[in-house]
């Protein structure tokens, strides 16, 4: 079972004193000494805002057995998915299982004993956004080449290819920072992050794999044909750097695609939409540790929508959906659509496309939030030319495009696939 930290509320504790542990769980100090000032005494290194900000679980970590899911009033809407016979979808899992069998087969006896769990684990729920967090599982940067390969092959049966190179992007990024705090950080590498498995590769009997690390946390369940990869992190600070020769910029396609939406509204739907003009450092709700939130449904419903407009939020919600294999996102954005007149569109934040915002997707089947934060170990007004600061001091700070984190979930239990592991054992057993 992951732990924060020390067991129980001390992580809170930790939040706030910015320790972290490193890949071995011991206690390290989370003050970064790079350019531009590196992180003040006492932030954390990973995010801000307890569990809603990517924290994670802590002391409020829910169990599987009493998981619920996103809910408007903690209340489930029922019947929103319903388990397929396998191949309904159209959409083979062959592919996946052979290359998460692959994977399996080439850890040792030992790794794999560390990195496999019953598919009910609570070791689902229990995933960070922060570099310092205590993970189980094979650790990239402990594995051979050949096992790494294998483990980035996986990676590319469940992910597209835009995912895939996003999530190794926010790799190399979390390596940069590494650098550029200056370095002698177990977690700030390319190689912080892990693989756990939930039950055993199947094309038929339900199991599902854990890939998490600093910004980065995919959870991919799997039931027969049936794929759901959320909830789904991703974040980086800074989001634009070089690194090994390589420019690297992140997000764009979620930052623009935002903005074409609300820029389609006409001035009384934006009028709906946005909230407020001025964004604190850190608006995320449905992070890490928050698989039990209660969120109201906030901003305009798409029901009166013209068809324009529909289309934009569509493009919205494929940029995140899209992270996941062609297929499967396909029978995804479906859901979606069936949907969309129930579909809310919230906003946070000034509009100009070097602004620093929130926004939020919300409908039965699908929450999105994308979240412009402020800055905790990159960049400041002096350093950076102004490109990318906005000063220090996590959520009390100035945001800036340099620190997003975003996250996608399946509300109504559909997370982990609980749903649908529940309508399985219901149904077949």
Not at 194 to 223: C, D, R
Not at 313 to 326: E, I, K, P, Q, S
């Amino acid at each position: 079972m992951n732990r924060a930290l020390l067991a129980g509320g001390v992580a809170a504790v930790a939040t706030m004193t910015g320790c972290s542990s490193n890949s071995s769980g011991t206690a390290a100090s989370a003050s970064y000494g790079g350019p531009g000032g590196g992180m003040p005494s006492g932030m954390p290194s990973g995010g801000p805002g307890g569990g809603a900000g990517g924290m994670g679980p802590g002391a409020s970590e829910v169990k599987y057995a009493d998981f619920v899911g996103v809910t408007t009033d903690g209340k489930v809407v029922d019947d929103l998915y319903s388990v397929h016979a396998v191949h309904s979808t159209d959409v083979s899992t062959d592919k996946l299982v052979k290359a998460a069998q692959a994977f399996l087969d080439g850890l040792t006896s030992k790794e794999r004993k560390a990195s496999v769990f019953e598919v009910d684990d609570d070791e689902w729920l229990a995933w960070s956004n922060v570099d310092g967090y205590q993970r189980e599982g094979a650790r990239m940067g402990d594995l051979t080449d050949k096992q790494r390969e294998l483990g980035y092959a996986l990676l590319g049966a469940a992910l597209s290819a835009d995912g895939l190179t996003q999530t190794r992007n926010i790799m190399k990024l979390n390596a940069f920072l590494g650098d550029y705090s200056g370095g002698g950080r177990d977690t700030l590498t390319e190689g912080a992050y892990f693989f756990t498995f939930m039950g055993t590769p199947s094309t038929s009997k339900p199991w599902g794999f854990q890939y998490e690390g600093h910004h980065v946390a995919i959870n991919y369940f799997v039931l027969g044909d049936q794929v759901v990869m959320t909830p789904t992190f991703m974040g980086s600070e800074p989001t634009s750097a070089t690194y090994n020769g390589e420019k690297i910029t992140l997000f764009r396609k979620e930052t623009k695609a935002g903005l074409t939406l609300l820029r389609s509204l006409t001035d009384a739907q934006r009028g709906k939409v946005i909230s407020s003009e001025s964004k604190a450092g850190d608006n995320l709700k449905a992070g890490a540790g928050q698989d039990n939130l209660k969120l109201a449904y906030q901003g305009l419903v798409a029901k009166d929508f013209t068809d324009a407009q529909k289309d934009n939020l569509l493009a919205l919600v494929r940029v995140y959906v899209g992270n996941m294999d062609d297929g499967h996102a396909d029978v995804k954005m479906q859901e979606v659509e069936d949907h969309l007149d129930e579909t809310y569109f919230h906003w946070i934040g000034e509009t100009e496309d070097s602004s620093a915002f929130y926004y939020r997707v919300h409908s039965p089947v699908v929450l999105i939030e994308y979240d412009a934060q402020s800055p905790l170990a990159y960049g400041n007004k002096d350093s950076d030319g102004g490109n990318g600061g906005g000063g220090m001091g996590g959520p009390g700070g100035t945001p800036t495009q340099q620190h997003i984190h975003t996250i996608i979930r399946t509300p109504n239990g559909g997370d982990y696939g609980v749903d649908l592991l529940r309508l399985h054992l219901e149904n077949d057993h």
